[in-house]
């Protein structure tokens, strides 16, 4: 059941043991980020997701500490979903936010939403479902408040975790770069999310905090259950790899930030690739794309310049792995014209190639793309306009 730590809670500001001094270490921490990201330090509204753990707890505190040091002039709006996956224990996580943002002078905003069921009703997972959920949630809590920055408080552990797990079921660069710092709430959306905790806080920083406000913040058992991936590599992986490294967690997220900035620049080369290889007369639907351009392209780029052409026409990559983007590759190498043209021809409708290679591949938005038996898959492309929560 989900309980408070055994510390007796006191949350009156004038009780604060910090009242008085300096700012916290921990809230000169999240200043130097604050700056670091460029975020607005004066007349904005900023969403804070707080679901009562440590993390989010301690960053709506240190936000707190930075307002009333007048180190930030904004104003805080908490948002908090109760996914109802813990029956009484859910809703006594909402009251308990709620209460947190009341004595702190914030308003808050409280949502409810059966994630297990909208789960049972999709493919996905109960974990993607209630991200989606919450997203959707931060979503129209940021337009009905009229702003475009939405905070989440993920630390350093989160992003070894993610790396940790990305690794293990396989990934290319997107995936060993982790979470980002900060992008768009949702595809295409103008609401930024950023995570302010993400590049020096690890969650023992976060505790110590809540621990130092004399804060008794919320757990929930369902991060202990280790059923679930991403509980085991917190409590089995992580405690390995500092055994052999004891700053393993700081070293997993600056290699990730490293291999980030590394990825946003193949991303650009490889979207002026796509650019280039768009022809002149399609460039404003993308449906066709220059043969001869990307086989002679580094791999690297032209793989990734694919990924961004069904990107753009499914409205997402989920489902699509590295054989698939191989499979098309090895139709776009083969030297036998009239074979590639019948296997493009199966695999996208009102295709167009012929043997020199130069014309271009057609993609029908809203076509159904039937694959080679050796993908084992069957996806439905989405218009270019799509969008996907991820």
């Not at 780029?301 to 961004?308: C, F, H, K, V």
Request: hydrophobic share 40%; charged share 30%.
């Amino acid at each position: 059941m989900t309980k408070a730590r055994k510390t007796k809670q006191t949350r009156a500001k004038s009780k604060s043991p910090l009242l008085g001094r300096g700012l916290a270490t921990f809230a000169r921490g999240l200043l130097q980020e604050w700056r670091n990201l460029g975020l607005p330090s004066e007349s904005a509204t900023i969403i804070v997701a707080v679901s009562g753990g440590a993390d989010s707890t301690a960053l709506l505190l240190a936000l707190d500490e930075l307002i009333r040091a007048k180190k930030l002039k904004i104003k805080l709006v908490v948002a908090h979903l109760n996914h109802k996956l813990r029956a009484a224990a859910s809703d006594a996580d909402a009251r308990w936010v709620r209460s947190l943002a009341k004595e702190s002078g914030h308003r808050a905003i409280v949502g409810t939403r059966k994630v297990k069921a909208l789960a049972s009703k999709t493919s996905d997972n109960l974990e993607q479902t209630a991200r989606r959920a919450r997203y959707e949630f931060l979503t129209r809590i940021a337009r009905s408040n009229k702003t475009n920055l939405v905070l989440t408080a993920h630390t350093m552990n989160d992003q070894a975790e993610t790396v940790l797990l990305n690794l293990m079921r396989g990934t290319g660069g997107d995936g060993l770069s982790g979470i980002e710092r900060v992008r768009p709430l949702t595809s295409g959306s103008g609401i930024m999310l950023a995570r302010p905790l993400l590049s020096w806080a690890r969650r023992s920083d976060t505790e110590d905090y809540c621990r130092q406000r004399a804060i008794d913040y919320r757990s929930d058992e369902m991060n202990a259950d280790e059923s679930f991936a991403r509980v085991r590599v917190r409590k089995q992986l992580l405690p390995l790899m500092e055994r052999f490294n004891p700053r393993f967690i700081q070293s997993i997220a600056r290699s990730a930030e490293i291999l980030r900035e590394d990825n946003l620049a193949l991303e650009a080369a490889a979207a002026r690739l796509l650019e280039l290889s768009l022809q002149p007369r399609e460039k404003r639907r993308g449906n066709s794309l220059r043969i001869d351009l990307l086989r002679v392209a580094p791999i690297a780029l032209r793989r990734r310049a694919l990924r961004l052409w069904l990107a753009q026409h499914r409205g997402d990559l989920i489902r699509i792995e590295r054989v698939h983007i191989a499979a098309i590759e090895n139709l776009l190498a083969s030297t036998a014209g009239a074979r590639r043209r019948d296997n493009l021809n199966r695999l996208f409708p009102k295709t167009r190639i012929d043997e020199r290679g130069t014309e271009p591949v057609a993609l029908a938005t809203g076509s159904s793309l039937r694959l080679p038996a050796c993908w084992r898959k069957r996806f439905r492309t989405r218009s270019p306009n799509s969008t996907h929560d991820y």
